[in-house]
């Protein structure tokens, strides 16, 4: 079975820009997880998608979004880019049955650089 | 609120020598705790996991935890350490409900000599 996929691997943006990242979860995972994860603030939370629909959320600003589509493919957004967004960006499926209980399974992640 | 802490940031051993990882949680509810290793421009990877069964966990690549809930421990161990164990090491913690939100630990960077 596939693992979880993350495109674009690389992405330098420069700031003010927007940018949308993409995930397909291995096949049958229906929730998707994103976290970002810096050298200063860690592995953090963004957001969790179950069956398109937002499920839980971090404590990020709104300019960070994301969506989900019926096969369970996920993308998340950062509108205008600032220096700070600079990380690496994790997505993780799981099965979901069994919320929190359930093994999260991580894409490599998409290395975002905004100068 | 609920959080994790990995005392230390680095921690290294000699090759063959006991690995251990320390993670403690704060939880008010039953949690279920997660260890993870994230080698060099990878994702990150499951070693082990407690959900509630045997408080002594079993994992990949001769890996192992025991969920101590007297002392809200969940360290990590390894009896004989292996170059190829040079990674860095994240704790996690999750909950009952149906969301899967981790919340991670600050992580800690295993080395080992030769």
């Known amino acids: 079975k596939a693992g979880v996929t993350q495109t674009p691997r690389y992405l330098i943006k420069t700031r003010g820009q927007q940018v949308t990242l993409s995930c397909s979860p291995i096949?049958?995972?229906?929730?998707v997880s994103w976290y970002q994860q810096t050298p200063g603030q860690g592995l953090q939370f963004l957001f969790e998608y179950f069956s398109e629909t937002q499920r839980n959320k971090g404590n990020f600003p709104g300019r960070f979004s994301g969506r989900q589509f019926s096969n369970s493919r996920s993308e998340m957004n950062v509108s205008t880019l600032e220096l700070g967004d600079s990380a690496l960006y994790l997505c993780?499926?799981?099965?979901?049955?069994?919320?929190?209980?359930?093994?999260?399974?991580f894409g490599p992640g998409t290395r975002l650089t905004v100068t | 609120a609920q959080s994790v802490t990995q005392l230390g940031s680095h921690v290294s051993v000699s090759e063959g020598a006991l690995v251990l990882l320390r993670c403690n949680y704060s939880?008010?509810?039953?949690?279920?705790l997660f260890w993870y290793v994230q080698y060099p421009n990878q994702g990150l990877q499951l070693l082990l996991k407690y959900t509630s069964a045997a408080t002594l966990v079993k994992g990949i690549n001769g890996f192992e935890a025991e969920f101590k809930k007297s002392e809200t421990s969940f360290h990590l161990t390894k009896p004989s350490a292996h170059m190829s164990d040079a990674a860095e090491y994240f704790c996690a913690v999750s909950y009952t409900g149906a969301n899967s939100k981790l919340t991670f630990g600050k992580g800690i960077t295993l080395s080992v000599r030769p």
């Open positions: 993780a499926s799981s099965s979901n049955g069994q919320g929190g209980r359930s093994e999260q399974y």
């Open positions: 939880s008010s509810v039953p949690p279920y």
């Open positions: 096949s049958g995972h229906r929730s």
